[in-house]
């Protein structure tokens, strides 16, 4: 029995929103502390190991908010639901296609105060393999080594109950139970 209709759930904007305050936050205070020189006997070296702190800081919040931001400009959907397989977008390491014939299974996973959809894969290790960048392969394989699969959606990062989420892709998986 195909599936002929596809569920797109649109990414959680309002929680990159958050993360960018916080990141536009951060950057800000580092700025401001490198204006701060302290007092006129404050040891030279360590204005320099401050100023140089305070500017390392900025340049990873500035690319942490660039990625952010190009999360937040995606034109695709966090997570499309379709007759090929499920397309992950929910977050910068794009995971892209993983199609029904490679999903062993789906669960819910709580991971200190978030929950996550773990997708098992049939083979991991070929999934990982067809990856493009290198950065991603050692993202996913990071992934399995946390958490025993390379795909493990956060449910904040989408519009959707990571329950119902879990039963609609159980409904819609052609011919296969993903418990």
């Known amino acids: 029995m195909p599936i002929v ?15 960018l305050l916080l990141c536009g936050t951060c950057m800000l205070l580092t ?40 999360v937040m400009l995606r034109r695709s959907g966090g997570l499309t639901i379709s007759e090929e397989g499920v397309t992950d ?5 794009i995971t892209g296609l993983i199609r029904w014939n490679e999903i062993a299974g789906v669960e819910t996973r ?13 083979n991991p290790e070929a999934f990982i393999t067809r990856q493009n960048n290198p950065i991603k392969r050692l993202l996913l394989r990071q992934n399995i080594v946390r958490f025993g699969t390379p795909v493990f959606i956060s449910a904040s990062n989408i519009k959707a109950d990571p329950y119902e989420l879990l039963d609609l892709l159980t409904v819609k998986s052609p011919g296969k139970r993903l418990l």
Do not use: E, Q
Request: net charge positive.
């Open 89 to 93: 977008n929910s977050n910068i390491a």
């Open 5 to 19: 209709d596809t569920t797109s759930i649109p990414l959680n904007i309002t929680r990159y929103l958050l993360i």
């Open 31 to 70: 700025v401001i502390s490198l204006r701060i020189n302290g007092a006129p006997d404050f040891p030279t070296a360590l204005i320099y190991l401050k100023n140089t702190l305070a500017i390392s800081a900025f340049v990873l919040l500035a690319l942490a908010a660039v990625m952010i931001i190009a």
């Open 110 to 122: 709580k991971v200190f105060h978030s929950t996550f959809l773990a997708i098992k894969l049939n």
